[in-house]
């Protein structure tokens, strides 16, 4: 059974950041696409930043050169080091999974259940 769990959300002021987990198992960790999307209230869900087996990493035009992804293949952990954190980043974080090795948002198939992530100005 495939889970998700994540954890590090919360709230912080505008320019602070914040790092998310996402701790992962049955599944081939290590071998799937895995990612972080995010849905603001009343929006619709985004891809934010993602991660392939090579290690390959793209980021969403408003997560690059702020938010960093990555992850821990032999913890079965992704991780989403978010700095100079906006407002606009106000949203519920989700960790996903591919079900297979490619990055195509259709393919994500697998997600956790969330963690908030407040920025106030």
């Known amino acids: 059974q495939v889970q998700l769990v994540e954890s590090g959300g919360g709230s912080v002021q505008a320019g602070g950041s914040l790092r998310l987990s996402c701790a992962a198992s049955?599944?081939?960790?290590?071998?799937?696409?895995v990612g972080w999307f995010h849905q603001a209230p009343g929006k619709e869900r985004e891809r934010v930043a993602t991660?392939?087996?090579?290690?390959?990493?793209n980021y969403a035009n408003s997560a690059k050169g702020r938010f960093t992804i990555s992850k821990d293949n032999a913890k079965n952990s992704l991780y989403l080091q978010m700095n100079s954190l906006k407002p606009e980043d106000t949203a519920m974080y989700y960790c996903?999974?591919?079900?297979?090795?490619?990055?195509?948002?259709?393919?994500?198939?697998?997600w956790g259940q969330g963690t908030q992530v407040t920025v106030s100005s």
């Open positions: 996903a999974a591919s079900r297979n090795m490619y990055c195509d948002t259709t393919y994500f198939t697998y």
């Open positions: 049955g599944f081939p960790f290590s071998y799937f696409c």
């Open positions: 991660i392939d087996r090579y290690g390959t990493t």
